[in-house]
Structures are given as structure tokens and as C-alpha cells.
């Protein structure tokens, strides 16, 4: 009667897993955002599209340090920098964003089409998808459904893209010599600690079996 009951409680488990659903909740993105981006990706890696399109060959997790789902996603919605972000508004007008944004419960949201450009790491935004997740505060630590659905998350998409990096955020200037890097202004950098090196481990350590690449090691 054990066996029978833990057979359950496992296949419950496993199927909650792999039935994870991922919400469509787009923020704006007009043709004024489309131009700031294409804008973006020309001055600060040379590419010219006609395209805010990527490649992805990584996956970048984030903290909003925002304690609410509704204020993050108003964070980015909008187009243009908000004037609360002068630190990097002379870089580009264009508003960050990414590409998911996860909840304190763990719900998982899709802000735009995944191969499109956000901007939420210098010098990768053209190879990178990001992941957000609310909260990052002293006050709202990141939470075990949001690890669950991060490490979901990094194995979907490595099921859909030739992923060869999973990297936290505060981890990008590690690539500045790698073949990845195409950022061509060398003042343009800011100090990250998201998402905190635990979580990240965590979620390294549980999709280990995809074989990602080492992220290269400071000099």
C-alpha cells in the first residue's frame, strides 16, 4: 500500500512538472520599441536588421528587486526609460525588459516573443533570453516555486534553442573576451548581484544533465 501511494504522489509530482503552463502577458511593443531596439543593437554591437531578432545561445536569470508582480511588469511595459533609471539612460532610450518574468508563486509569464531582443544584459542581448523573477529585496527573497519554475524554464528552452550558457545576471562581464561579447561602448557597465549565487547554483546543479558550457572564469 506504501509503494502504491508514493507511485502516486511521484507521478503527481512529475506531472505538474511537465504540464507548467507559460502565460501570454505582452508588454508594449510598438513600433516605437522595435526602432529603439533595432536603434540598440546597431550602436551597441554593430548589427543592422530589419529585425529585433536573436539567436539564443543563453539564458540569463534576473531579481526584478521589486516585491510585486503588478509593479515589475509595469517596470517594463512601457517603451522608453522610465526617469527612474538614469544610471543607464545614456546608453539608450529603450526600456529594459525580458523575455519571461517568473512570481513569488512561481507562475511563469512571457512578456514578448522569446527570440526577440530585450534589453536586460550589456553585451549579450543579442544571444541572451532573460528571466526575471519578482522580488530580490531584503523583504522578498526569491522562493522555492520560483527555483522550481526557473530550472523548468532553463530546460524548455534548451528543448527549443541550441542553449550553451545559463548564466546570473551578475556573472556577464565573465564574457567580455568570449566570442559572445559584442558590446562596443567599454564604459558602459553596471554591477549586478541577481540572482543571488545560491539560486543560481540551484538551478545549475538541477539541469546539469544538459551539459551547458562552463561560464568563463575571471582573470
Known sequence: ??????????????????????????????????????????????????????TPKMVVLHWTVIPTLEKSYQAFELPTLPDWRPEISSASGLNVSS?????????????????????????LNHCAIGIENVGGTGDTKLTRAQLRSNKWLVKYLKSKYDIDYVIGHYEYTLFEDHELWLEKDEGYRTVKTDPGEKFLKRVKRATKKLNFKPTPIAK
Open 1 to 54: 500500500m506504501k509503494k502504491i501511494v508514493l507511485l502516486c504522489s511521484l507521478f503527481m509530482t512529475f506531472s505538474c512538472a511537465i504540464n507548467r503552463e507559460i502565460i501570454d502577458k505582452p508588454i508594449i511593443f510598438n513600433e516605437e520599441r522595435k526602432d529603439l531596439t533595432l536603434e540598440y543593437m546597431s550602436d551597441h554591437y554593430g548589427l543592422i536588421q530589419e529585425e529585433p531578432l536573436i
Open 99 to 123: 523575455q519571461f518574468l517568473v512570481d513569488q508563486d512561481g507562475t511563469i509569464y512571457r512578456l514578448m516573443p522569446e527570440t526577440t531582443m530585450a534589453r536586460h544584459v550589456i553585451g
